[in-house]
C-alpha cells in the first residue's frame, strides 16, 4: 500500500504563489508518474498538471507559463509551483500518485486527500 499526503495549501493574494508538496510512502519500488488535479465546489475534478518518469511534464492550458510540476526522486516527494495565482484557481487541489510496489508489478494509482488553495483578496 502506498500513502499519499498534500500539504502547502492556503490563502493567497490574487498575483501571489504557493508551492504545493505531495509525499508518497509505504511500498514503492518506483513512481511512474505524479499528477495534479483540483476541484472547485460544484463543478468536476479537472487535470492540472503531471510528470511522468521523473522528467516528462504535461500541463493544462489554463495553467501554462504559471505552474511548474517537479520531483525529488530521492525523496519520493512532487511539487506544484503555483505563481500568478488567479481567483479561478481556487480549488482543492489533488495528487495522483502511479506507483509500483516491486520490479515485477504494474503500476497503481493512489489519490491523496487534497490540500485546499484560495486565491482572494
Known amino acids: 500500500q502506498v500513502q499519499v499526503v498534500e500539504s502547502g495549501g492556503g490563502l493567497v493574494q490574487p498575483g501571489g504563489s504557493l508551492r504545493l508538496s505531495c509525499a508518497a510512502s509505504?511500498?514503492?519500488?518506483?513512481?511512474?508518474?505524479l499528477r495534479w488535479y483540483r476541484q472547485a465546489p460544484g463543478k468536476q475534478r479537472e487535470f492540472v498538471a503531471a510528470?511522468?518518469?521523473?522528467?516528462?511534464?504535461n500541463y493544462a492550458d489554463f495553467v501554462k507559463g504559471r505552474f511548474t510540476i517537479s520531483r525529488d526522486n530521492a525523496k519520493n516527494t512532487g511539487y506544484l509551483q503555483m505563481n500568478s495565482l488567479k481567483p479561478e484557481d481556487t480549488a482543492v487541489y489533488y495528487c495522483?500518485?502511479?506507483?509500483?510496489?516491486?520490479?515485477?508489478?504494474?503500476?497503481?494509482?493512489?489519490w491523496g486527500q487534497g490540500t485546499q488553495v484560495t486565491v482572494s483578496s
Open positions: 510528470i511522468t518518469n521523473g522528467v516528462i511534464t
Open positions: 509505504g511500498r514503492i519500488f518506483s513512481i511512474d508518474a
Open positions: 495522483n500518485t502511479e506507483a509500483r510496489a516491486d520490479r515485477y508489478s504494474g503500476s497503481t494509482n493512489y
